[in-house]
């Protein structure tokens, strides 16, 4: 992409001060969507841009927004910051240098949403971005475009930076929502859908930093505009986090329908040292995992899910040719078991069992119908369990079995891992 | 013991929000801010402080990695081993630091200056391996810049 539009302040020295990002043209949108819209104008405004939330689910933000019932308040917005998938790093870069521009995303989006108090969840680990959050709430507050009477139109907004303590289960919307509540983050039964009953059981929306990131930019430049980039049902930039076995590792923005050799090749400068590629994991570690031959599909929604895999959160993890599926599938498996919240069944117990069983075929004490019994243990976890997140553990599992199950037989019959260490 | 400031704190969050509750956990983190970790003792005081029970805090603190239930080392050593990490070098970072303080993961080093954890992903997968000290990031780690950062550390 020739300009970017998400990334346009990052690299820009001090991007995180409100005086730069006004210089640079921000809080224009905020004034903007105050004066010319009221609030049903701007959810359809969204809802025509075609925005759909970035945080992995793709679901059209304007028709969330939209959920919200009628005449009851008090309503919340949360912004879901936080990011925790394995080989996500996108909204950390919006977080820590364009703190502002957030921040005026999330006070259109409670303004559309009429909301008069929102909260950003950030994980507990970001202390650089929790600390420019809580310095640009300040000094937006001091400019009036947070607090009361935002820019003279009346409208009151409260900004809460709130602050995650480690569990990946949080950024699940509901879980986030218990955590918000000051409990253990387990998630809660759907419906009641958020929108209708969420954080204090009042109706609350929670989107992604991204999502929220690209209003400012619909309300300035308009629906058209937006829906002229990428395709016709994923529209609009994206930013993708590329990590691995490539040599410029990164966010990288580019419009929804770019091919991923694209962003491998002419972004992240090619395989790592040359090289050939392995597998590719094209939307964070629970997307299944994509063979070479798939290196043309383009990154939006619909063609990842016609390759059977998702555009997820957008983070691409290139595995180069010598290392260890098995191992690498392993380490995901104890990321799901560690993370898993312990509240059902079918998740806790499950991904327990798939961690022994692709730790003990690693260490080469694996038996042959090992390599089924995983599948059937995908097969109890997934859609029985209580959230996204034991369906989340399975993509790694069943997508490398698919793939390279000749691999998971070498570990079995040669009693131990054929790769040297890896890195 | 809370400190009387971290107890005023606390009061001042609980009317922060719609629901005292959600004070919690900033709550917690303010308690460990102070010792390091969160004793049995400190939780009773966080409970009292929240007008919440003993058993529901300490649920609450258990449930998430960043409240340490026992004592740490000045230095808190996290390394990330998830998938990108691991794929460029977290094993051999993990090894390494093994080695230099002489200590397995999960250990404190004797002088109480290091205590060495593995963790899971911490978003900064473009800039693998790396791992977090307390609350700093260091990044595109090398066994040479681990030596380096570990002088700095023993140096403050």
Redo the contacts between chains.
Sequence with gaps: MAEPILLRNVGVPNSHEIDVYVERGGYKALPKALKEFKPPELVDLVKRSGLRGRGGAGFPAGVKWGFLPKGVYPRYLVCNADEGEPGTFKDRVLIEHDPHGLIEGIAISCYACEASKAFIYIRGEYETGAQRLDHAVQQACQRGFLGKNIQGSGYDLDVIVHRGAGAYICGEETGLLTSLEGGRGHPKLKPPFPASEGLYRKPTIINNVETLFNVPFIVERGAEWYTSMGTEKSPGPKLFCISGHVNRPGVYELPLGTPLRTLIDDYAGGPLDGRPIKAVIPGGSSTPMITPEHLDVTLDYEALAGAGTMLGSGAVIVIGEGTCIVRAVERLAEFYRHESCGKCIPCREGTDWLWKILHRIEQGNGREEDIDLLLDICDNIGGKSFCPLGDAALGPVMSSIKHFREEYLQHVRGHGCPFAAQG | MLSDKARAEIQQLKA????P??????A??LAQEETGWLSPEALEEVAEAMGLSPAQVG??AS?????NRRPVGRYLVQVC????C???????IVEHLKRRLGIEVGQTTSDGLFTLVEV??????????MM?VN???YENLTEERVDQILEELRRQ
Excluded: K
Aim: with cysteine; aromatic share 12%; glycine share 6%.
């Design positions: 922060r929000y719609p629901h509750n959600s004070a919690l956990l900033p917690l983190a649920s609450v449930f998430y990695t960043m409240f081993t998830n998938i990108s691991s794929l460029l070098g977290a094993e051999h899971e992903c911490l978003g900064s997968c473009g800039t693998a391996p977090q609350d700093v990031y």
